[in-house]
């Protein structure tokens, strides 16, 4: 119905999806949609629904990834109480005292209060002394404020104070976004247990599947274990062709994969080409070494007790075993010291049948 008067065509099938998973979310949420599927808009509509539903006693917070960002969105919402008749009931009443201007908005029903019953404010704004039943962060991790490892913890700091402001018994957190690499603040409040629904603009194969895991949308899930012949088809075919996808994969792969199919994979490989994962981690005998190394990264290979400082994901592999292998005294000892003195990179390594085994790790055995 609001997509009639604010003039838009009938909602698709995954417009309605994003709905539902806002409507009936039981739990805070972290929402993933490709660039165009209209996520903030229906976002905008769900303000107006919750306020529908409660005037009296709902109180929202939206956040975006600066003021500039939250007043358009405070903007669109306001004024879906002018233009929808049956939200018409919700305009603030500022003979009465309430508030409305730019940041800011009571419903009429409310009672005049400092909180408002909307109110918006950028990620680095200051939300503490409010309260809320509800926080909508959108597109709080941008590529420009997320380029950093400084910058990802001013995000991750800023976020952790939206615990102490939602309401302790019923109080939600809805986090829109677009993730812009492996590492991103949503992937971090995933891993803290804040389940993600993830919404790309095609059908995921098996391989991108297994790479989102628990995080990809039921909805795209089901379609596609229904159909499989869906699967690198349009998840919004109306409103996205093949011809409108083909123009934005022309954009770039790395642009494609991050703000379409939402897979930051592709992005960081090409952002750090240099991964622990390349190398073949083993332990080496002083006098003694295989005479055959192969390279693996099966899951069963991951060296989980030594720590990795990779990006994302990035693992230490222990070598493919292999049978019937000769062990061989090594040709010669070499050890390389890092010139510019501060002793962080050295590198010792045996070398055997010009095969040169780096075991850095285990630098200061082989020292001694």
Not at 11 to 20: L, M, N, V
Not at 202 to 217: I, M, N, R, S, V
Not at 279 to 296: N, Q, R, S, T, W
Request: contains cysteine; proline residues 7%; charged residues 25%.
């Amino acid at each position: 119905m609001v997509f009639q008067y604010i003039n838009l065509p009938s909602p698709t099938e995954i417009q309605y999806a994003i709905a539902d998973e806002l409507q009936y979310k039981e739990s805070d949420l972290i929402l993933n949609g490709f660039r165009g599927v209209a996520k903030s808009t229906i976002t905008g509509i769900y303000v107006a629904w919750l306020l529908f539903k409660d005037p009296v006693n709902t109180q929202i917070i939206y956040v975006g990834a600066n003021q500039e960002e939250a007043k358009k969105f405070m903007k669109f919402t306001r004024g879906l109480l002018e233009i929808v008749p049956f939200l018409n009931f919700l305009i603030p009443d500022v003979k009465r005292g309430q508030k409305d201007n730019a940041l800011s908005f009571d419903v009429a029903p409310a009672e005049v209060r400092i909180q408002p019953s909307c109110k918006a404010v950028g990620i680095f704004g200051n939300i503490t002394g409010n309260r809320a039943t509800d926080i909508i962060a959108d597109d709080i991790e941008t590529s420009e404020n997320c380029d950093t490892q400084i910058k990802r913890e001013h995000i991750e700091s800023a976020v952790t104070e939206f615990r102490q402001v939602v309401s302790p018994l019923k109080g939600k957190l809805l986090f829109l976004g677009t993730p812009h690499t492996e590492i991103s603040i949503y992937n971090k409040l995933h891993e803290k247990g804040i389940p993600t629904r993830i919404f790309p603009i095609k059908f995921p194969t098996p391989e991108q599947q297994e790479k989102y895991g628990d995080k990809l949308a039921p909805y795209i899930a089901n379609k596609v274990q229904q159909d499989p012949t869906l699967i690198g088809t349009s998840t919004d075919p109306i409103r996205f062709g093949e011809e409108e996808i083909l123009k934005l994969e022309a954009e770039g792969r790395s642009k494609f994969a991050m703000q379409q199919m939402l897979d930051t994979t592709l992005s960081d490989i090409e952002r750090y080409p240099l991964k622990c994962s390349d190398l073949i981690v083993m332990d080496c005998d002083k006098e003694i070494a295989p005479e055959k190394v192969a390279y693996g990264s099966a899951p069963s290979q991951i060296l989980k007790d030594i720590p990795c400082n990779g990006i994302g994901t990035d693992k230490y592999y222990a070598p493919i075993p292999l049978p019937d292998i000769k062990w061989l005294p090594y040709s010669y000892k070499m050890m390389a010291i890092d010139p510019s003195g501060r002793g962080k990179d050295e590198l010792a390594c045996f070398c055997l049948n010009k095969v040169a085994y780096r075991v850095d790790i285990v630098m200061k055995t082989l020292m001694n």
